[in-house]
């Protein structure tokens, strides 16, 4: 077993590193593949677990965009910030300040990209339609698309999952280093989320990771 990060979503880059190194070991190997979901359809990420399956003994793709949007909890992070804050107190003497509850950035930062979030989508579903020559009329992909979206788009949950997390981390530690001086770590998130607010996609790929790393290897 190995652990690689293939830039980018596609299968068949994990195929040829497989091969590799099962050539150069002299022996099979096991693997797993986990994907961020970017803007993909459900069709393409079905089309790619098809294609993993036939040489992985494991494939995940991230219901949300990226692998940050996980973090995207704002009970967590306005607990994370006001630990922060705390943590100052204690060794300058700064008072807390009052902020934005971290929902209200988040909220903020969607609508800057909302237009940004549906092109994306809809070229993401032009391509993938392309590369299946499904014949499908552009016309027909766009309005299917923009009703995917904006269904999806009008729920807050949803919307945190298809925003850029990476890009919604900074831009919330932008506004804290701003108002505050300060920002907060991805570490001290997650150290902030409560059992309950760990997302229930990330418990069962640990769960599956575990049971992957007891799998005995290929004879």
């Known amino acids: 077993m190995s652990n690689y990060s293939a830039e980018g979503f596609n299968p068949e880059r994990i195929r040829a590193l497989k091969i590799g190194m099962e050539t150069t070991l002299g022996s099979r190997i096991r693997a797993a593949a986990i994907f961020d979901r970017d803007y993909r359809s459900e069709a393409e990420c079905e089309t790619v677990r098809d294609q ?24 967590a992070l306005d607990r994370a910030i006001e630990r922060r804050q705390s943590d100052r107190f204690r060794r300058t003497g700064k008072k807390p300040e009052q902020v934005a509850p971290s929902a209200e950035v988040l909220d903020r930062f969607a609508l800057e990209r909302e237009n940004d979030v549906e092109a994306q989508l809809i070229d993401s579903r032009r391509r993938f339609a392309r590369s299946q020559s499904s014949g499908t009329h552009d016309t027909s992909l766009v309005k299917a698309s923009l009703a995917e979206f904006k269904q999806r788009w009008r729920n807050v949950a949803n919307r945190y999952e298809m ?43 640990i769960e599956n990771l575990a049971k992957f790393g007891a799998l005995k290897p290929h004879q």
Do not use: W
């Open 163 to 205: 925003i850029p997390g990476k890009e919604a981390l900074s831009y919330l530690n932008n506004y804290l280093q701003d108002t505050l001086g300060l920002n907060i770590t991805i570490p001290a998130i997650i150290d902030a989320m409560s059992s309950a607010e760990v997302p229930a996609e990330i418990q069962r790929l």
């Open 52 to 75: 993993c399956a036939t040489f992985c003994d494991q494939i995940a793709i991230h219901k949300r965009k990226e692998l940050e949007n996980f973090l995207l909890v704002p009970p």
